[in-house]
């Protein structure tokens, strides 16, 4: 049994249309599907219930406050019986059966951790799917001195080893995911697979990107820069650097960034407020949007 947890906030048509694209293409499959509500609109909560009401091994939770990306899910997995858990993002469409794949992959690969597969976007052409960790020689000489540099682990056919796969499709084993203690609750948003990923790998288990198996992930392409939410990624991801990476190599990302957005701030606004912001951040999660959600009835 495969339990998919899916996160709603406020986009019910969205999460409507991926359990219906499950199904479409897993209705042999041994699965059941877990949609958290995070605290969305009472109309859109009222719309989602609506909308799934007639489809077989779906379950709504609804939560009273936003708890964010890996505190939703990790509610969801309150609810889950399956041996292996997939969280999927509400905005993604299966184009294909996915599970028997993944399931096979994973019980033959002992040192297997989580895996994800290839995005396309909303006109199917190929998108990034998995990334290296954001340590120092990522934050200052870039992806592509990562990709000259790192020789890429081929597993078997189509899969590849990598640092972590993105967030929207996530594949465990419930084994696996429960003994490094799921998402870390402490982070509302951004950087949660990082994390995730590299507390794996201080266990040896490992990330795998499988490139054969396709779904669609219709990411938001808005313009309008979203000043908390550019705020919340550097508290996450400073978080999760601190965490991780170490204090040492922490402060050597961190006031590199500062440099950076010192000498771009007075050419742009929202580097201006970024350079800011990074200034009042010190090493806590303060001023996070966690600290600001309000419970719903």
Known sequence: MTSIIIINYNTAKLTFEC??????????????????????????????????????????????????????NMLGTQFA???????????????????KQLISFANSTSDFGVSGIQILDAEKKESISYRYFEGVRYKIFGRKFLELTQKKKIAQNHVLEVDFVLGSLMFFKKEIFNKIGGFDTNIFLYYEETDVCYRLKKLSY???????????????QSSV??????????????????KNFGLFKYFIIK??????????????????????KMLQMNESLAMSLKHQQKRVD
């Open 225 to 242: 820069f979203n000043y908390n939410l550019k705020l919340e990624h550097w508290i996450s991801y400073f978080y999760v650097t601190r």
């Open 81 to 99: 019986t399956g041996d292996f858990l997939c969280f999927l993002n509400s905005d993604t469409l299966l184009v294909e059966p996915i599970f």
């Open 206 to 220: 490992k990330s795998y990107f499988i490139s054969d198996l396709k779904y669609i992930h219709l990411e938001g």
């Open 255 to 276: 006031y590199f960034l500062l440099l950076n957005y010192m000498f771009k701030a007075p050419f742009k606004k929202k580097n201006s407020f970024i350079f800011k």
């Open 19 to 72: 359990v219906e694209s499950i199904f479409k293409f897993e209705n042999q499959s041994k699965l059941e599907i877990i949609v958290v509500d995070n605290a969305s609109k009472e109309e859109d909560y009222l719309k989602l219930s609506e909308l799934l009401e007639f489809f077989d091994d779906v379950t709504i939770v609804r939560s009273k406050i936003n708890l964010g990306f890996g505190g939703g």
